[in-house]
């Protein structure tokens, strides 16, 4: 029996994520030949899918816990904003950037005391923070872009430190692969699996379950916060409208990747997964003259056909040992 | 020919039997008790009368005529009714809506005729003698009042079959005399009252026939003239005490590890005073509701203490939370090892480091996988789980006996100092339970003090060293286990006089 | 002491507490608002007052019966707009409005009765299934406009827009009589009494004989339908339909309930009644901003912290009334 410190397990449904994804792929570079394959069409497929990462990683975690976190698309537009308007006033790049992260990580933990130590149920608690940190982006900036960046605020997203992989993508996947090594051997995070697997028995285990749901609710947010400094530096403004329905896109990547909504089952590879597969399908449904309208019809729905496949598995599981 | 009849029910839960051939007559117009002890299936078997639940195998004979029922709406149309162990009372709602709950008087179209409704549902808590304002909202009586409220709700539905499971575990004395005129009635009325109770001198007042059941099997049925509690608490708890228990302790004298003094929490227990020594093994009895798990908890930190002092090793102490109790080496193992034990959806190496995760992490908190395998596999071994490659598995893939392993397995890694077992064999079959009892043993004798809470008598007397009686919320016995019968633990269950509620 | 102590115990377990913040909060705001600016109290204004409110007012009547059944409905703001759509499309189509309007509430509520198939079949919590719903509407919504307003309606329609009932607008009326409708359904009618059984208690329903899953089917349905009627009300008024109708409804509507003292933890406590209070409030403090001259953008913001605001208060309520018991 291998037990290597940074072990993955590659499951039945990462590979038949992986087997999906590669089947699209094929079946659309001959369907679509160029167009498809073209590296203006793929960076197209990889511009979202650095925020979708982050979020879904965050995303995941509530999941772990049993929770949802509806505020993440909120939280990334209002944090988005903190950072521009502060470095478009002239505030060092470092302390707009922190604070934006800060803003984030702060939303988080509101959220998980709300749940943790007041017990409201984490979709009313996310709802209304979603609520007021939408209508703050609408008050602080009336609707208007917020523009003029400096360079350096820019290039955290836009440049490249490493064989020129923009760095919004290399950011996003370094911090998706050091959760995802985290969440398996670091204990605070690998807690999160007790807890929301069963929360009695992880509190009369002895975990500190109300501070593990403040630490999860916390990652999430602090993802958004992230996401959204990569986001407005890429795209080189501000906006209220920003991050719009991306909670429904995060819970649909964390799911299909196989989190479970009951709690305490979630892989951040299948996440990754997910987030790839969300994102082909978008770009399969646009080339073949789609909508973009769709797209958070889409993830819904491919969020309900996951669950459903599971169901039908499940019971085709129980039937086989019963 | 019998109102009711049942013939070679049989009822199994996974692997677990519960009820196994039973037979059963029910006639018009008396009143048949049915007892045993925890886990004999009585409640069961009540709700498979009752459509809640449906046999394996056996029929339920009503009128002469096979029937089977998918839903209690079906009972209710057979006329049975069941006034259930766990309230069903909605507590937002006003008392009369709970004693209507489904079919109220209405005009046409469904609209309720509130006026009726109330003169009907004031009527209905008059004939069982409660004097309770059908307006007030139900949730705001108390537990007793609701238990009326309850009773009330199933007899204005004119039911031939009334079956009462535990009726009287929330009643003061005043409110059982009144319940048991209101059986009279009925019975004289003509309809049949099956009532399941724990306690005896309420069963043998009132019935005309008492069943008994015993590990899932009736082990007879006496008539009102054959009735005595001797004969009774022998047919409950008569089994062949052909298993073999490990040895008793091969010292008492251990120094005090732990003791309670006056521990009390209110509507729960009073004035609990108990200790556990080194080595030793400490059996707890008494039946659900006695209040045993509960005083667990609170020493454990899970639950609060309104009074009361908990000493370890000579010192105060009072746990915060579990995570305290833990740290000290104070450790719980729950009576329900699916709701508050495992993760049944994670794996067995995670579950038997659940309990000790600061202890195989290492300084920066990242845990040490390779020992936490090591740990695994030394318990899979010690323990005896099977397969003995389950590391990896998933806990809700293995028997329930090798689940309990599990759980001790998570409790042992935690290192414990006094460890408290709460029904440490429920659910397990016959091999793995006294494969758990020589473990307990061996924990004891490697200095470990241990406090084993139970319902099973057998198990009890098999294990302890001491035991200690608890009934509502109160300790009514100390025994040294030696030469301790099944008869005189009972006699301590009985023989109280006014308990807490 | 003593005495006080078990009067003041009985006066919390028998008031109201929810309502009597609500009414004490609201008289404290007409007041300082009147006196800032004395218009407030004006008719006039009570009718804006009570127009930019009505849509969320209508759907929280069915969203009240969700919540009462211990679910949660985010559909509707999927729902308004697609049925705003169907409208159009069948009128333009030489549909008359009566069986257009019938066919579209029908429809609407079939959605509802598919939703709830979803939540039950996959035994996912109804947020989550209704999320979704909501997020493929919205896609058929920008799909079928275009992204534009639909406005090829006869001009019978259009004229709709002006029409009175006893003198006061439509949409009003259609309000008055929804809303008695459910007061009276919900104190007297038995299957709209069931939905306050299973959301206090599913178990113990369930034991007493109620069809629970037919009590959900039927909450989400009306709630389904009532955003249809809420959507095609919108149509008249504006004489077109539009994806952009009730942008963020369902978050207005459930803070709406909340506040009315609907409990969104523990089902089965609150009332239509509370709601209709709790609908008074939301309007009085979205024409206190406007007067105020503050930007609209506040109330976003002011309504999330109304939802939070509204479960504590009510949890803060419970936990009285429990201590007081």
């Not at chain 1, 769709?294 to 309900?304: E, K």
């Not at chain 2, 454990?300 to 579990?322: Q, Y």
């Not at chain 3, 004989?209 to 039927?218: A, D, F, P």
Request: positive net charge; proline residues 2%; contains cysteine.
């Amino acid at each position: 029996m291998k037990s290597g410190r940074f072990r993955f397990k590659i499951g039945n449904r990462e590979l038949t994520l992986i087997i999906t994804i590669v089947l699209i792929y094929l079946f659309m570079c001959f369907a679509k030949g160029e167009l498809f394959y073209a590296r203006s069409n793929i960076e197209a497929i990889f511009s979202n899918l650095s925020y979708d990462l982050l979020l879904a990683c965050g995303m995941t975690f509530v999941i772990i816990l049993g929770g949802v976190d509806l505020s993440v698309g909120a939280v990334l537009a209002l944090s988005g904003i903190i950072a521009t308007l502060m470095a478009q006033s002239g505030i060092p790049t470092a302390i707009a950037v922190l604070a934006a992260l800060a803003f984030g990580l702060a939303v988080g933990c509101l959220n998980g005391i709300l749940i943790a130590k007041v017990h409201v149920a984490p979709f009313v608690a996310t709802l209304g923070s979603m609520s007021i940190c939408r209508g703050m982006c609408y008050v602080l900036t009336s609707g208007y872009f917020v523009a003029n960046l400096p360079t350096s605020y820019l290039n955290i997203a836009r440049g490249s430190i490493l064989f020129s992989v923009p760095n919004k993508i290399l950011i996003s996947v370094i911090i998706m692969i050091v959760l995802a090594v985290l969440s398996v051997n670091f204990r605070p995070l690998k807690s999160m699996y007790y807890v929301g697997a069963n929360g009695r028995a992880a509190f009369l285990s002895g975990i500190s379950s109300d501070l593990v749901k403040i630490i999860g609710y916390g990652i999430s947010g602090l993802m958004a916060g992230i996401a959204a400094v990569l986001m407005t530096g890429s795209l080189g403004m501000g906006h209220a409208s920003y991050g719009l329905s991306f909670e429904m896109k995060a819970i649909s990547a964390a799911v299909i990747g196989g989190a479970n909504m009951a709690g305490g089952e979630g892989s951040f590879l299948g996440t990754a997964l997910g987030v790839i597969l969300v994102a082909l399908v978008n770009n399969v449904f646009i080339m073949f003259n789609g909508s973009p309208n769709w797209s958070g019809a889409i993830s819904g729905i491919m969020l309900i056909v996951a669950v459903a496949i599971d169901m039908i598995r499940n019971k085709i599981r129980e039937r086989r040992t019963a | 020919m019998s109102v009711l009849e049942l013939r070679n029910i049989t009822k199994s839960f996974g692997a677990n039997k519960v009820l196994t051939d039973v037979n059963m007559k029910f006639e018009e117009g008396e009143i048949h008790s049915i007892i045993g002890e925890n886990g004999a299936g009585k409640s069961t078997l009540m709700k498979i009368i009752g459509g809640i639940y449906r046999a394996d195998s056996g029929e339920v004979i009503l009128d002469g005529k096979d029937v089977v029922m998918h839903s209690p709406i079906e009972a209710y149309e057979h006329g049975i009714g069941i006034v259930h162990q766990e309230l069903s009372i909605v507590g937002n709602m006003t008392v009369a809506q709970n004693v209507f709950v489904n079919c109220e008087p209405v005009y046409k179209a469904g609209f309720i005729n509130w006026k009726k409704m109330n003169s009907e549902a004031k009527a209905a808590l008059a004939e069982v003698g409660a004097d309770i304002d059908p307006e007030e909202i139900a949730g705001n009586l108390s537990v007793g009042m609701q238990q009326i409220v309850e009773i009330a709700k199933v007899i204005a539905k004119k039911v031939r079959i009334l079956i009462l499971d535990e009726p009287t575990s929330a009643l003061s004395d005043k409110e059982v005399d009144r319940l048991f005129q209101i059986l009279d009635d009925l019975r004289r009325k003509g309809v049949s009252i099956i009532f399941i109770s724990h306690k005896l001198n309420e069963i043998i007042r009132i019935s005309d026939k008492v069943s008994v059941l015993r590990d899932g099997i009736r082990t007879g049925t006496l008539l009102r003239d054959e009735m005595n509690e001797p004969t009774i608490i022998k047919m409950m708890v008569g089994r062949d005490l052909g298993r073999l228990y490990p040895p008793r302790a091969s010292s008492r004298d251990g120094e005090i590890v732990l003791e309670c003094k006056g521990l009390s929490l209110r509507n729960k227990f009073s004035n609990i005073d108990f200790f556990l020594k080194k080595g030793e093994i400490l059996g707890v009895f008494g039946l659900v509701g006695a209040g045993r798990t509960e005083v667990a908890l609170s020493v454990f930190g899970a639950d609060n203490l309104d009074s009361g002092k908990v000493l370890l090793n000579g010192k105060s102490v009072s746990f915060k939370n579990p995570s305290d109790a833990v740290s000290h080496g104070v450790c719980y193992l729950s009576e329900d090892r699916k709701v508050a034990g495992l993760f049944v959806n994670m794996e067995v190496r995670e579950n038997v480091v659940s309990a000790c995760l600061k202890t195989v992490c290492n300084k920066a908190d990242f845990l040490n996988q390779g020992a936490i395998g090591k740990i695994t596999q030394d318990y899979i071994n010690e323990l005896d789980v099977h397969p003995s490659n389950c590391s990896r598995f998933r806990i809700r893939n293995l028997s329930g006996g090798n689940q309990q392993k599990i759980l001790f397995a998570k409790w042992l890694a935690a290192k414990p100092t006094v460890l408290i077992v709460d029904e440490p064999t429920r659910g397990v079959d016959v091999g793995a339970k006294s494969m758990i009892h020589s473990i307990l043993r061996n924990l004891a004798e490697s200095g470990m003090a241990i406090m084993m809470i139970s319902s099973e008598l057998p198990e009890i007397l098999g294990v302890s060293d001491r035991v200690m009686v608890m009934s509502e919320g109160r300790k009514t016995a100390d025994f040294e286990a030696e030469g301790l019968t099944e008869e005189t633990v009972m006699n301590a269950v009985f023989n109280t006089d006014g308990g807490l509620r | 002491m003593k005495i006080n102590n078990s009067r003041m115990s009985a006066i919390i377990s028998r008031v109201n507490l929810n309502y009597l913040t609500l009414l004490l909060i609201m008289i404290i705001l007409v007041a300082v608002m009147s006196m800032r600016a004395p218009y407030f109290l004006s008719a006039a204004n009570f009718a804006v007052m009570v127009d930019t409110f009505i849509m969320e007012a209508i759907m929280a009547l069915g969203m009240t019966l969700v919540i009462l059944s211990g679910g949660i409905d985010l559909t509707v703001t999927g729902i308004l707009p697609f049925s705003s759509i169907m409208l159009a499309l069948l009128m333009g189509s030489g549909m008359s409005f009566f069986p257009a309007a019938i066919i579209v509430v029908l429809g609407c509520s079939l959605i509802g009765f598919v939703t709830n198939l979803l939540r039950k079949t996959l035994n996912l919590h109804p947020m989550v299934v209704t999320m979704a719903i909501a997020a493929i509407l919205k896609g058929l919504n920008l799909t079928i406009t275009g992204g534009s307003a639909m406005s090829d309606f006869p001009d019978s329609f259009k004229a709709m827009s002006s029409m009175t009932v006893f003198g006061m607008p439509l949409s009003w009326a259609v309000y008055i009589v929804l809303a008695a409708f459910f007061i009276i359904m919900t104190k007297f009618n038995r299957n709209f009494i069931k939905v306050y059984f299973v959301g206090g208690n599913p178990e113990a329903a369930k034991l007493s004989g109620i069809k629970i899953e037919r009590v959900y089917m039927m909450v989400y349905m009306i709630s389904a339908a009532l955003a249809a009627v809420a959507g095609i009300l919108t149509a008249i008024t504006y004489s077109s339909a539009s994806y952009s109708y009730g942008t963020n409804a369902d978050m207005r509507v459930i803070t709406t309930v909340a506040i009315g003292g609907t409990s969104l933890t523990h089902g089965g406590s609150g009332s239509i009644v509370g709601t209709m209070l709790g609908t008074l409030f939301m309007a009085v403090i979205y024409d206190a901003f406007i007067m105020s001259g503050l930007s609209t953008y506040y109330q976003d913001v002011m309504t999330g912290v109304f939802l939070i605001a509204a479960v504590l208060l009510s949890e803060f309520f419970r936990y009285l009334k429990e201590k007081a018991r």
